[in-house]
């Protein structure tokens, strides 16, 4: 339960992911097999569709370019740069969120924003000297 309790971020994030994969991998297989059937063609499974270059033209950005097949485009040079591109900016984003939060202005107006505090930093009200 405490590995929940610590995870669930993480958790909600992952299975979100999962969604999303499966919704779009659903959705491209139905656009997969409309233009099969437009073109004269049957039908394809979800099995047989993972198998397609098409498959992996969804969920990789191939920039216009035919799918190379699975063990080209995943030791590809390309490959390797674009993950590097996509951990370099989620690393940077986190560290300058991160420093943010350990600024103690902004831990202050966040405080603030919340109800928890008072802008003036005294803890209190002011009030108005008579």
Not at 18 to 37: H, W
Not at 86 to 108: A, H, I, K, M, Y
Request: glycine share 12%; charged share 15%; proline share 4%.
């Amino acid at each position: 339960m405490k590995i929940q309790r610590d995870n669930v971020l993480t958790i909600v994030l992952l299975l979100a992911t999962a969604a999303t994969l499966l919704g779009m991998l659903l959705t491209e297989l139905s656009e997969y097999n409309n233009e099969l059937e437009e073109h004269g063609g049957g039908t394809s499974s979800f099995g047989e569709y993972i198998t397609t270059g098409h498959f992996l033209s969804a969920l990789f950005v191939m920039h216009g370019q035919p799918a190379p097949p699975y063990s080209g485009h995943l030791l590809s040079a390309q490959m390797g740069f674009e993950s590097f591109q996509n951990w370099q900016s989620e690393f940077l984003s986190t560290t300058v969120v991160r420093g943010s939060l350990d600024c103690p202005e902004v831990s202050r107006i966040a405080r603030v924003q919340a109800g928890l505090g008072s802008p003036f930093g005294d803890g209190g009200v002011r009030t108005a000297n008579v």
